[in-house]
């Protein structure tokens, strides 16, 4: 009798519109999911911008009556996930479209947890098996990105931070993937170009965490190479010159590539990288950045193929396993400096005093384990001294 702890589940449900002008086809979406009226979730950067206003127009084209929210920051808190849910019940919404990047798509997805489901969203924290408590049904959604990084609008997980404890949480279930995505590239032009360094260098950084993560998922590993070719394809390229629709449309490939791969899981990068979030405020795709070239060389030892062929994707060339695998985390950082990000913890105000605290927090986040080398706690302070002053 086959031991049910030897099978696995693969699964890629999505609906995905891509194309210039897709944005447009929003208030179709919308009907066809069912809604009347929508809730739209974004921020006071979104608005700005006017990237809500083919969203609007769309919706009034159909019909759809609509209100927003726009209290969301970079690194979501609770309570403007539990203001949002108060907005959508005070509103009668029946339908949740998240137009923003991935903070606000990931407070959109956690608010139809939070209208359907009891206080408090700790306790679908992904780390103490939480995701058991969320069913189904919850009201539809349809993500559309704003930025080319966390590829939440395709994800299954919503990240948090939790008042009680202060700590960036991760809620992961399939009940939370939206039901449609609209990738329109030109909804991301308006992102300055560190905004679409640090975004991308996120969306390489689940690509390759995919990848190297422990578990068998030949299609994620498939889908991970396939985004990190397209970063080496075309980060630099939209980083450039933001009005090049072509990498910018590559870029949200490579960024919704991530999030489906990464359901396979993650690694030590995000480990580390989180605490950076909450305790510094420092944006995810820069911490990941930072941290990624020093956890590519500590999993070196582990899967070299892996690292090798990672390597081939960003663009090295050899014959040789060995010295790609080595190269690898300097075609990250080369990748790195050509766009501009900082390479080391300590130009972000952050002091060598701070790494043992950090590495404590980093221990108490699930992904590392995940990670193909096996991480203690003291393992993650020398990564973050390896980052401390990575040049």
């Known amino acids: 009798m086959t031991d049910t702890q030897d099978l696995?589940?693969?699964?890629f449900p999505t609906r995905i519109v891509f194309g210039e002008g897709a944005a447009e086809q929003c208030g179709v979406e919308a009907?066809?999911?069912g809604g009347q009226r929508a809730l739209l979730v974004a921020d006071k950067g979104v608005k700005a911008a006017g990237l809500?206003?083919?969203?609007?127009?769309?919706?009034d084209v159909a019909g759809v009556a609509h209100e927003s929210v726009l209290d969301v920051s970079s690194n979501p808190l609770e309570s403007q996930v539990l203001g949002a849910a108060r907005?959508?019940?005070t509103f009668k919404a029946d339908i949740v479209i998240g137009v923003g990047g991935g903070s606000v798509l990931d407070v959109a997805k956690l608010v139809r947890l939070a209208v359907t489901h009891p206080e408090p969203l700790a306790q679908y924290d992904d780390a103490i098996g939480g995701g058991e408590n969320i069913v189904g049904p919850l009201p539809p959604m349809i993500a559309i990105p704003t930025t080319a990084g966390t590829g939440s609008e395709v994800g299954r997980s919503g990240v948090v931070t939790i008042q009680a404890t202060n700590r960036k949480t991760v809620i992961f279930s399939p009940l939370l993937i939206p039901d449609a995505a609209i990738l329109d590239a030109a909804m991301t032009q308006t992102m300055p170009p560190a905004m679409t360094a640090a975004t991308g260098m996120d969306a390489l950084t689940h690509c390759v965490e995919a990848y190297c993560s422990v578990g068998d998922h030949p299609m994620a590993d498939a889908i991970a190479l396939g985004g990190v070719r397209l970063c080496h394809n075309s980060l630099r390229a939209a980083v450039e010159d933001g009005r090049?629709?072509?990498?910018?449309g590559d870029m949200l490939k490579a960024a919704m590539m991530g999030a489906v791969a990464f359901q396979k899981g993650l690694g030590a990068c995000h480990s580390l990288a989180h605490p950076l979030s909450v305790e510094f405020g420092m944006h995810h795709g820069l911490a990941n950045a930072i941290c990624l070239p020093a956890?590519?060389?500590?999993?070196?030892?582990a899967i070299p193929d892996r690292i090798a062929e990672i390597a081939r994707q960003l663009g090295v060339r050899s014959d040789d396993p060995?010295?790609?695998?080595?190269?690898?985390a300097g075609a990250v950082r080369a990748l790195r400096g050509a766009i501009g990000l900082p390479s080391d913890l300590s130009s972000q105000g952050i002091e060598e005093s701070d790494l043992p605290r950090l590495a404590a927090l980093a221990n108490a986040d699930s992904c590392h384990k995940q990670n193909p080398r096996s991480c203690s706690q003291d393992d993650l302070l020398a990564l973050y001294k390896a980052c401390f002053d990575d040049s």
């Open 8 to 11: 696995v589940s693969w699964s």
């Open 31 to 33: 009907v066809r999911l």
């Open 52 to 59: 809500l206003d083919p969203i609007r127009k769309a919706l």
């Open 87 to 89: 907005e959508y019940d």
């Open 244 to 248: 090049d629709l072509r990498a910018r």
């Open 295 to 301: 956890v590519l060389d500590f999993n070196r030892s």
């Open 322 to 328: 060995d010295t790609l695998s080595f190269e690898c």
